[in-house]
Every structure is written in C-alpha cells, then in structure tokens.
C-alpha cells in the first residue's frame, strides 16, 4: 500500500487475546488474523490499541529526526524588539518615484497593496505629482496600481515579478521593506488583529 499516496486506516480484531479456539479451522484463522495484524503493523506509521474505548497507544509516528532547533528565549525576544524599534526610528530616504501604502480588507482576507507615484521638489520635499507636498495623515493621491494578495508571497510575487514597472520604479530597499511589511501583515491578518504600516 505505500505505493499509492493516500491514508489507509485498518481496524481488527486481536482474536488471539480470547479463549483458545477449538476447531483447527480456527486456529488457522487465528494464526493468519494474527500475522496480518502484525504485517500492518509493522508498515503502519501507527498503531493504537482499543480496550474498552480507552486508545493504548502502541506505535506512534517517527520522530523528527533532526535535533529540536534552539528558539530564543524571552530576554533574547525582548533584545529583538527593541532592536526592532530602534531599526524603525532611523532616518530614511524616501523612493523619489514613488511608495507603496498597505492596508487589510479582513472581509475580503487580504493584503492590499496600493503604488502611489511622487516628485520630489526643489526643496528636497516628497510632493505628489500635482506638486503638493505630502503628508503622513489625511487622504493619500489616487493609487497608479493596486495589489492584493491573501498571503505575504502572493503580494510579492504580483509586486515584484509580475508588474512590468517594479523594476523601474522600487529600489532594492524599498522592496526589502515592503517584504518586511507583507509579512507583518500577513501575521495580523491570519491572527485577525489590526496592523499598522511601519
């Protein structure tokens, strides 16, 4: 049976538990029943053992093989966050060409992913293309694409490998934040809590 890929369940019965059987007839069948259980048994992943309803685990699946990986403990956890938050306090170049806006649609259960394109004047301020300078609150210029995706690689492989303009228009930072991003969103949206663009 392991040539096909599928679950095979088999339920028997441990004659050979009970009273002696007295026909020679049965006692083949005994033998036989016997062996079989054992044949199953010993391809099986798992065996488990009914007695009066209560399950006795025999055989269990293989354990991984590997050695279990070393996890950070919570001191090592909180070091990271502040790095985290340290990380996201330093001063950053905005793309002149344009910045992604991401957001969840929890109804819809997916990432959405919004290409706004800007300008940047002679003072050195990030304006959209109508010249007005940007600012992070208040309603944000019409989108010149728009991505959705339900998981973190879907988003960007339609961003990265599929739009005809990603490689002129994202720099290669740019698109290292926005995986970041997709993949903090991805988190909030699978846990089903709010999620805020870095």
């Given at each position: 049976i392991?040539?096909?890929?599928a679950t095979f369940v088999f339920v028997t019965n441990e004659i050979g538990s009970?009273?002696?059987?007295?026909?020679?007839?049965?006692r083949k069948f005994v033998d036989a029943q016997g062996w079989f259980n054992q044949h199953v048994a010993s391809q099986a992943r798992m065996v488990v053992?009914?007695?009066?309803?209560?399950?006795?685990?025999i055989k269990e699946p293989p354990a991984e093989r590997r050695n279990p990986l070393?996890?950070?403990?919570?001191?090592?956890l909180n070091e990271r966050?502040?790095?985290?938050?340290?990380?996201?306090?330093?001063?950053?170049?905005?793309?002149?060409?344009?910045?992604?806006?991401?957001?969840?649609?929890?109804?819809?259960?997916?990432?959405?992913?919004?290409?706004?394109?800007?300008?940047v004047n002679?003072?050195?301020?990030?304006?959209?293309?109508?010249?007005?300078k940007l600012k992070c609150s208040g309603k944000s210029p019409d989108p010149m694409s728009t991505f959705e995706g339900r998981t973190a690689k879907e988003l960007t492989v339609k961003i990265f490998e599929r739009w005809e303009h990603a490689e002129?228009?994202?720099s290669v930072g740019h698109a290292a934040?926005?995986?970041?991003?997709?993949?903090?969103?991805?988190?909030?949206?699978?846990?089903?809590?709010?999620?805020?663009?870095d």
């Open positions: 392991t040539q096909w890929n009970g009273l002696h059987a007295e026909s020679n007839a049965s053992h009914m007695v009066a309803g209560v399950p006795n685990v070393r996890a950070p403990n919570s001191q090592q966050q502040v790095l985290d938050t340290f990380l996201s306090s330093r001063g950053l170049t905005m793309d002149s060409k344009g910045y992604f806006i991401m957001k969840l649609d929890h109804d819809k259960g997916v990432i959405r992913a919004t290409y706004h394109s800007c300008i002679d003072k050195g301020e990030v304006c959209d293309l109508n010249g007005n002129e228009l994202v934040y926005i995986g970041r991003e997709a993949q903090k969103a991805e988190h909030c949206l699978f846990a089903g809590v709010f999620y805020q663009q």
